[in-house]
């Protein structure tokens, strides 16, 4: 897959965010401004696709401290 999951949540494309959660991606990796997919999808009003990613387990960076 070629996508992050960073890069599927911020173009709002939810079947590819469950496709990277199918294959077993890591939906809590931090990017570089240390934020999550959950934070990234939270900061850009994309409540469907956090709401996804807190089902298959999705925090935000301050949830994983």
Known sequence: NNFTIW???TSGNLNL??????SGGNINI????????VDI???L???EI???LRQYGGK???ELK
């Open 30 to 37: 931090l990017d570089a401004a240390k934020q999550t997919a």
């Open 60 to 62: 935000s960076a301050h």
């Open 41 to 43: 999808a939270k900061s």
């Open 7 to 9: 890069q599927a949540v």
């Open 17 to 22: 965010v469950l496709s990277i959660i199918e």
């Open 45 to 47: 009003g994309k409540d």
């Open 50 to 52: 956090e709401r996804v």
